[in-house]
Nanobody, 122 residues
């Protein structure tokens, strides 16, 4: 089992940057595929991207070229670097962990953090 805690959210102007972190408990962080998801008010939770156990990232088309996912297995931490932020990036951002390969479907992830709010003003 793994517990996840996100941090780094906040209010930023359009075009700005934020870096989210997700701290994981336990010794098995490196064995999980890790994902970032977001949910805006009135919308379904959607994948932002994920990173495999070996460090290969996958991104949603909406964030490709702007967001970067990375992980530090020695620190049990997942990161999401967000650049060129847009108002439509406003959402609660969640990190999640799953046993297995990459998946974009939130229902396939086993563990979730509590989320961190990201608000991008125009």
């Amino acid at each position: 089992q793994v517990q996840l805690v996100e941090s780094g959210g906040g209010l930023v102007q359009a075009g700005g940057s934020l870096r989210l972190s997700c701290a994981a408990s336990g010794r098995t962080f490196s064995t999980y595929t890790m994902g970032w998801f977001r949910q805006a008010p009135g919308k379904e939770r959607e994948v932002v991207g994920a990173i495999s156990r070996s460090g290969s990232p996958h991104y949603a088309d909406s964030v490709k070229g702007r967001f970067t996912i990375s992980r530090d297995n020695a620190k049990n931490t997942l990161y999401l670097q967000m650049n060129s932020l847009k108002p439509e990036d406003t959402a609660v951002y969640y990190c999640a962990a799953r046993n297995g390969y990459y998946s974009s479907r939130p229902q396939t992830y086993d563990y979730w953090g509590q989320g961190t709010q990201v608000t991008v003003s125009s």
